[in-house]
């Protein structure tokens, strides 16, 4: 990947560059004055490389890409290169590159030999070009489940990008502690009901201090768990295993737990919601196991 000037700099004629770049031709233009020094279909590589020959020196890949480059692999499909460059600079978005000024561009960092966003930026700058409203927490969780960020860090850049307020709510459950889709609608089907005060994801442990499990929600008043346990995950040797050996631990702690699968909490939210009060009910009317929170 080089650029026509780049060429023209170690004495190429223009004219040979642009016979080579002609259809059927050694070389391919991917983007104005961007050359791919062979005739076929850029990789997703090439394409960022070309991208930030394209915005010039200074610019940083952010979005999408930049998130993939951390290994996140929650992301919608997306052909679109979205690149930051300084808020003075002219350069326009081309084919498969979103140009974006920017007056704050975050200090870089070096993934892979590019200079990509920090991940809370990526993810913001990701989640605005992102219709799919699921895509969105799901970036927002995993970016938050496995360490990139903190919670925090995402509402600090939301308000730093000063966004509406669609993305603020997606957020909302990921600062709450949900850390996947599920757990976000179960966040919102909890906070719309009259329901004691519910924690998410905290860990429980015995009055011995041996660890029980890692609830997806958690009403301490009434030492009540509530999972939202999927088929896909739950249905195989290992995690079948996992969830019976799970509930043992519930069972032999006197927790009330229920199980909900997550496509109920939208199709059926009214019945879930009677399911956890009588749940709920049920941890009321037994004296409150000794456990406390790690």
């Known amino acids: ?40 279909e850029p990789t997703s590589e090439q394409k960022i490389l070309a991208a930030l020959l394209h915005a010039g020196g200074g610019s940083i890949l952010t979005g999408v890409h930049a998130l993939a480059r951390y290994g996140l692999h929650n992301l919608p499909a997306t052909d679109e290169v979205h ?3 300084p808020g003075n600079r002219s350069t326009a978005s081309s084919g498969f590159v979103h140009i974006e000024r920017s007056r704050r561009l975050p200090k870089p960092r070096e993934r892979a030999g590019v200079p990509t966003a920090p991940v809370p930026r990526a993810v913001i700058d990701a989640a605005r070009r992102t219709p799919d409203k699921d895509a969105v927490t799901a970036m927002m969780a995993e970016a938050v489940q496995r360490g990139f960020c903190l919670p925090r860090s995402l509402a600090d850049e939301l308000d730093e990008a000063r966004r509406g307020s669609s993305l603020r709510n997606a957020l909302l459950p990921i600062l709450g502690g949900a850390r996947s889709v599920a757990e976000a609608d179960a966040w919102h089907l909890w906070q719309r009901s009259d329901l004691p005060e519910c924690r998410w994801n905290v860990k429980i442990f015995d009055a ?11 009403c301490d008043e009434l030492a009540f768990a509530w999972e939202i346990d999927s088929l896909g995950y739950h249905a195989g040797d290992a995690g079948f295993r996992d969830t019976l ?14 199980q909900t699968l997550p496509s109920r909490l939208r199709s059926e939210p009214g019945t ?23």
């Open 83 to 85: 690149v930051l460059v």
């Open 208 to 218: 011995n201090g041996t660890y029980i499990a890692q609830p997806d929600g958690w």
């Open 245 to 258: 050996a799970r509930n043992a631990r519930y069972a032999a702690a006197g927790i009330v737990v229920l």
């Open 1 to 40: 990947m080089v650029t026509a000037k780049q060429l023209e700099a170690i004495g190429m004629a223009r004219s040979t560059i642009s016979r080579r770049c002609e259809p059927g031709g050694r070389w391919r233009i991917l983007l104005p004055g961007v050359v791919l020094l062979e005739n076929g």
């Open 272 to 294: 879930v919601v009677a399911e956890l009060r009588a749940a709920l009910e049920t941890a009321r009317l037994r004296p409150r196991p000794t456990l406390r929170l790690g």
